[in-house]
């Protein structure tokens, strides 16, 4: 059975956005916390190297920003959707099966991906000049 035709109970498919809404939130702080980690980086070492590797951190936690926030948003989408679903369709809604959103699963997936690169590039960075 391929991914795009998985199917999954509502309640499967909420428990993943609310795992994923809770995983970005931590992103989000995390990248936060990585800023500030940048401002020390800057203020010990103000080389033109060092500038401009902070420029590409600060723009690349920029971009993972964008990226949580077009994710949340497709997240949310379709947990409105499920919800209007349930809201017009109550009997047995816990025994329908929906399509499983493997795009947002793809797309999460992704991002996990890059952002543990970036988080494994920015350590290391730091680690030289701190």
Known sequence: MTTATRTKHIDELHFEHQ???NEAKFYSDELKIYQKRL????SK????????KVEHFQNQFII?????DILNHHVNEHEQWLT?????NPIAIDKKLFADHAVINDKVETFKK???DLKSEFYKFVAAHL
Do not use: H, T
Request: cysteine-free; aromatic content about 10%; hydrophobic content about 40%.
């Open 19 to 21: 795992l994923w809404l």
């Open 39 to 42: 401002e020390e980086v800057i």
């Open 114 to 116: 890059i952002y543990a």
């Open 64 to 68: 993972q920003k964008e990226q949580l």
């Open 84 to 88: 209007k679903y349930a809201k017009e």
């Open 45 to 52: 070492n103000n080389a033109d190297d060092v500038r401009k």
